[in-house]
């Protein structure tokens, strides 16, 4: 079989590389089913194998794939790794890679069994499971999570780049195709949007059969569908669950809990459909609970359930950003000072923060009696009441950029494009 050419994730790779021959801590690639999880730790053993590690060193188990598929026991799976294993130069490392680890029951104590024999294992999971606190517990808090996202739009454009795909002269068009489409990877290699259509939507049905229909946890599958529904489709909306409870309490046997909707949202959190943005009051220091935003992982989970092709910039915006900053490594929250909001919050891992306003554009026609633009100053405001000497930002699709009051105004396309840290 001819081994397929990879489009290489370098946004992903980099964050790994310093722990390729780590063999006291487990490396766990967690997404969204069909991110490319499997393609980057295929990245991985090629990177290993230009470097000089023998191939009979590398062992790769794909637990969806034949001919491991069936593998669902600690048992069956150490046997394969145990034949594998006679292969293998004992006096090197020995790299382990396995594919969607959660099929097999009590993986843990396997995985860290063979830590202590000299692996550098790398593992994938789809769902929420490996974040759980179960698995800090029996894996003895020796792992490092990295989250994969789908495509952002920089690795959109060089994956249609490196198939060889038509790429427009005019950036903004492939914005907006990246928004319909979504960052499926695989989706990239299909030409008409249709079949890039088709693709998601097999996709997005793959992770409600195997991630959310078996769920057990799920005990009232009707209040759940319409709870998924409409979170899908108020995607980037302040979520009220006080009023979601008594919106949702007519086709429910009685009064909807809040602790119901919250474990449901957890359980679409998990399968990695949704991400939860809490607000954070700057006033106060305080989180605020009750007021999250829920964002989609990926756009696809939108366009590809709705017949309306209509882009609604605002939500559609600050999805795509919530998400490349979340790429990025930044913690997000949401702002208020008093009773203006800002966007978003942005916290790198140095304790740096940066404040972050998103929308479509600055410019129309409207004007206050004193003759100032009513949307550069409203989309301005809350940043401008902030009086800390952190960055502060304002995102637009505006090809004419201006600053004012110390604020960066960027173009979103360009910026996205250019992979630019904020």
Do not use: W
């Not at 969806?64 to 004992?90: F, G, M, W, Y």
């Not at 990295?146 to 492939?174: C, D, P, Q, R």
Request: glycine fraction near 6%; include cysteine; hydrophobic fraction near 35%.
């Amino acid at each position: 079989m001819v081994k397929q050419k990879l489009y290489k994730r370098e946004m992903y790779l980099k964050k790994i590389r310093g722990f390729y021959d780590e063999t006291e801590i487990i490396k766990v690639l967690i997404g969204v089913r069909r991110c490319g999880k499997s393609s980057i730790m295929r990245m991985i053993a090629d990177e290993l194998i230009e470097r000089g590690v023998d191939r009979k060193n590398i062992i790769f188990i794909s637990l969806d794939l034949r001919p491991h598929k069936k593998i669902r026991t600690t048992d069956a799976l150490e046997n394969v790794i145990d034949l594998k294993s006679e292969q293998c130069d004992r006096d090197s490392i020995k790299y382990l890679f396995i594919d969607e680890i959660q099929n097999v029951v009590g993986f843990e104590e396997t995985i860290n069994a063979l830590r202590e024999e000299g692996f550098s294992i790398f593992i994938t999971g789809s769902n929420g499971y490996l974040l759980s606190g179960e698995l800090a517990t029996k894996l003895t808090g020796r792992y490092i999570e990295f989250e994969i996202s789908t495509l952002s739009f920089s690795e959109y454009l060089g994956m249609k780049a490196f198939l060889g795909k038509e790429i427009s002269v005019h950036l903004e068009n492939e914005f907006v195709s990246y928004i319909r489409e979504g960052g499926f990877p695989y989706a990239v290699r299909f030409d008409s949007y249709e079949d890039k259509h088709s693709y998601t939507e097999s996709v997005i049905d793959e992770i409600y059969e195997k991630d959310i229909r078996r769920n057990k946890k799920i005990r009232h599958k009707q209040l759940f569908n319409k709870l998924m529904v409409y979170i899908i489709n108020n995607f980037g909306a302040t979520t009220s669950i006080s009023r979601l409870c008594r919106a949702l309490s007519d086709i429910s046997d009685g009064p909807v809990r809040k602790e119901t909707l919250y474990n449901y949202l957890s359980i679409l959190e998990n399968a990695r459909i949704i991400s939860r943005c809490n607000r954070f009051d700057m006033k106060s220091r305080k989180s605020l609970n009750g007021e999250e935003k829920y964002y989609l992982t990926d756009l696809a989970f939108y366009y590809s359930k709705n017949t309306d092709n209509n882009i609604n910039y605002g939500p559609a915006l600050e999805n795509i950003v919530y998400n490349y900053a979340r790429s990025l490594g930044y913690s997000v929250s949401i702002g208020r000072i008093g009773k203006l909001e800002v966007d978003f919050i942005l916290r790198d891992a140095n304790r740096n923060y940066c404040y972050v306003q998103v929308a479509k554009t600055i410019y129309n026609e409207r004007f206050n009696a004193d003759g100032n633009n009513i949307t550069e100053n409203r989309e301005y405001a809350s940043l401008e009441s902030i009086r800390d000497g952190y960055p502060k930002y304002l995102l637009t699709m505006d090809l004419l950029l201006q600053e004012r009051s110390g604020v960066k105004h960027l173009n979103i396309i360009q910026m996205m494009k250019d992979e630019v840290r904020f």
